[in-house]
């Protein structure tokens, strides 16, 4: 279904207008000193389209850090429950980067697979992703070794890819990536010639992830691989938090005597409590444990349960680690281990 | 705080200043009601913690107040609160809460007019400065003026 | 560097210690991360640079690092003061680590005994340099709406993760304040109050006991500034108090003590 046109980089402006006219919201990536996040923006200067990424994903958009599940209301031995109309503004994701836009099949592949998740739904069939081919990347990117690319259309319903200075080419790729190019109307133009590999960034692959759904469960037990590989791991929970496809969370009520809230909050596998049953015992005592935890989950067990991987490369872990945890380098110590 | 009246909570102790409210009471002197009283054995055993809950709930103003030093009931559980409080002050300020909503005081016993005096003059400061607005306030099901994006 | 591996080498060789925790080459050239040698071969990989900033003290908190038994810590000053503060809060027995303080020409001094570090610490430079000074200057003396718009700012990107809390290596309570739900005294969700409440809640916990290593404000994947807030304080009880923490064997909690005269000109 793709069709191929040409957005000149001064036609931002107007596009961002025609998408504000229809009352959607635009999140893009915007820097302030030396951080790239995702916010709000009107106008396409707001907008840092040369960032290799940003420290924390744009996954709020439909999971976001807190969210309010009930409101409830105490009256003498009555509990009036009701939830809240969910915040889902008609949103128009743009910029994210390839790896991103494929986050969002892993995140919906959790949300979505055995009851309906109201908040999670809502927000995503009100979001259209504009994805932003990568130019450049990092010593941490590696999308290629888990089935991604610079330029991978998966997840995006439109896909930009700067051809030079001063022109995109456009990928529409979905109905939603249609009616947006509907919206822009005729700031599309048709487009002749190729040139989009050309631009691309260049990330050789350092693993390939396919193998390790079966491959890992053999390693499960190698305690001494999964210390070796986690002794620096302080259990800081910032890996989970700015992981675009991690879904982990936490159900808590804040509440006085009459009145509470229960919400949703993200959570991470790697916080040392976050097995303790109510019982007082816990699976997960070890940091060792909790991070074989982690890499089983993204390799092993989620393309297993629900043929997603969990981990889309985007490095975000890496980076943030306050102790160079390299999930990278620690996958291919994995891959190049014999059982 | 309603449209005109400022929500001061006060955290005291039982010994010295919450007997001297009730003396201030026994005494028929008349002062302002916007103070809830919460009583705690000592102030030695005020977390701060205590005095974030409050304007978390709303509260515009804080009084904190305990036996003189020396005559602590505990012996020295206000000289432990003393040093507490000017650290926590210093956070405050630097975090740049206005220090005019928190007050500290030593009112013992037989201080029922100095606790009416006290009260008048925080609700009165508490009332010219307005409504603390600018405090987080707790979720809790009441309406949040914005809601979670 | 050449000075650390031979020392570390020699420790390892001679069974003097079983680990040496030190830094490695990290991902990129801007970045060093903590390393566990084990074996004298193994001593080629221990870097040193101004990458090394990770308090390496906040391992002792990992069972797995205490089981292999007397540990070579490769330190900065911050290390030094954390190891004595540690072991003043009756967490750290006399024998358990070796100290390896490397000072700013890359000379390396073996440090044994908990009695070696004081004396080391004794001829340190204290309290702040002229530009932590003027950083929480500028702060200070800012107009108070602007400092508190300042500090919304920061604790608006809080995402709660606890990333300060788990670098920290004064941050050992094995049931944290944020743990308890009975009641839930700090907010589990990072909303407004609650990341107010967390980021106030550390500060004042550390208040007399942080030793000002910066590893809190390092490891924030947001950049937060909480650095400030625990030098603030920490300078507070030092003008205040006269106390410092890190520096003796001998407990000096600010906050566990008292004298008659304390300030109070602002208690009616």
């Not at chain 1, 969910?86 to 994210?96: C, I, Q």
């Not at chain 1, 995140?107 to 992703?129: G, Q």
């Not at chain 1, 504009?130 to 999308?143: E, K, N, P, V």
Request: glycine content about 8%; hydrophobic content about 40%.
């Amino acid at each position: 279904m793709t069709a191929q046109r040409i957005l000149a980089r001064q036609n931002l402006g107007p596009l961002f207008e025609r998408i504000a006219r229809d009352g959607r919201r635009i999140l893009a990536p915007v820097r302030r000193g030396d951080r790239v996040a995702f916010e709000p923006v009107t106008r396409p200067d707001e907008v840092a389209l040369d960032y290799v990424q940003t420290r924390t994903s744009a996954k709020s958009a439909v999971f976001p850090p807190y969210e309010p599940l009930l409101r409830f209301t105490l009256r003498g031995a009555d509990v009036q429950a009701d939830e809240p109309p969910p915040a889902a503004p008609p949103t128009v994701l743009f910029g994210v980067h390839p790896c991103d836009a494929a986050s969002f099949a892993t995140l919906a592949a959790v949300f979505t697979w055995d009851s309906p998740d109201p908040p999670f739904e809502r927000k995503r069939a009100n979001l259209t992703i504009i994805g932003l081919s990568c130019t450049r990347g990092d010593a941490y990117c590696f999308c290629t070794s888990v089935g991604g690319g610079p330029g991978d259309p998966r997840g995006s319903d439109i896909l930009l890819t700067p051809l030079d200075d001063t022109h995109f080419l456009v990928e529409i790729l979905t109905e939603r990536g249609q009616d947006v190019a509907q919206l822009a109307g005729p700031l599309l133009e048709p487009h002749v010639g190729n040139g989009k590999e050309a631009a691309l960034a260049r990330i050789a692959p350092r693993f390939d992830a396919r193998p390790l759904a079966a491959k890992l469960p053999a390693l499960f037990n190698h305690p001494a691989l999964w210390q070796e590989q986690s002794l620096r791991c302080l259990g800081c929970g910032a890996c989970a938090f700015v992981c675009p496809t991690c879904t982990c969370f936490d159900i808590t009520d804040e509440r006085d005597r009459y009145h509470g809230v229960r919400l949703r909050c993200w959570d991470s596998c790697g916080l040392a409590l976050f097995t303790l049953h109510a019982s007082g015992h816990n699976p997960r005592t070890k940091q060792s444990e909790r991070w074989r935890q982690r890499v089983m989950h993204k390799f092993a067990y989620q393309p297993e349960r629900l043929g997603v991987l969990g981990c889309v490369g985007c490095g975000r872990c890496s980076r943030a680690c306050p102790v160079d945890m390299n999930l990278a380098q620690h996958v291919q110590q994995l891959a190049e281990t014999a059982v | 705080m309603s449209a005109l009246e400022p929500k001061i909570v006060a955290f005291v102790c039982n010994w010295c200043t919450y007997a001297g409210a009730d003396l201030t009471g026994t005494s028929r002197i008349k002062y302002a009601p916007n103070v809830r009283m919460i009583r705690l054995p000592c102030t030695g055993r005020i977390d701060f913690m205590l005095l974030l809950q409050a304007f978390g709930k709303g509260a515009d103003g804080v009084i904190v107040s305990g036996c003189h030093p020396g005559d602590c009931h505990y012996t020295a559980g206000n000289f432990h609160a003393r040093r507490r409080w000017t650290v926590f002050r210093r956070l405050l300020d630097f975090l740049g809460v206005d220090l005019r909503r928190v007050h500290f005081a030593w009112v013992s016993a037989a201080e029922g007019a100095k606790w009416a005096a006290l009260v008048n003059d925080v609700t009165a400061q508490i009332r010219a400065l307005g409504p603390y607005t600018d405090f987080p306030q707790r979720l809790d099901g009441r309406p949040q003026p914005a809601e979670v994006a | 560097m050449d000075a650390l591996r031979t020392k570390a080498r020699e420790l390892l060789a001679a069974g003097a210690v079983q680990l040496v925790v030190g830094y490695a080459a990290g991902s990129e050239p801007g970045r060093a991360r903590p390393c566990f040698v084990r074996t004298p071969a193994e001593a080629d990989g221990l870097i040193w640079n101004e990458h090394c900033r990770q308090n390496l003290a906040t391992y002792l908190q990992k069972p797995e690092v205490r089981a292999f038994g007397r540990v070579a810590l490769v330190a900065r000053p911050s290390t030094l003061r954390a190891l004595l503060q540690l072991a003043a809060e009756s967490q750290l027995g006399e024998g358990r680590v070796v100290a390896l303080f490397v000072t700013d020409d890359g000379a390396v001094a073996e440090l044994p005994t908990l009695a070696a570090i004081e004396e080391a610490v004794a001829q340190l430079p204290r309290g702040l340099t002229a530009a932590e000074h003027q950083e929480l200057e500028r702060i200070a003396a800012l107009p108070r709406a602007e400092r508190w718009a300042f500090w919304a700012g920061e604790f608006a990107r809080c995402i709660k993760c606890y990333a300060c809390r788990a670098a920290c290596p004064l941050c050992y309570c094995a049931r944290c304040i944020t743990e308890a739900n009975q009641p839930q005294w700090i907010p589990v969700s990072s909303d407004p109050l609650g990341n107010l409440e967390w980021n106030v809640v550390r500060a004042m916990h550390l208040a007399g006991r942080c030793i000002e290593c910066g590893s809190c404000s390092d490891a924030c994947p947001e950049g937060l500034r909480l650095d400030l807030l625990n030098r603030v304080l920490a300078e507070e009880v030092r003008t205040q108090f006269g106390a410092e923490p890190g520096l003796s064997l001998r407990k000096d909690y600010a906050l566990a003590s008292f004298r008659p005269d304390d300030k109070q000109e602002y208690i009616r």
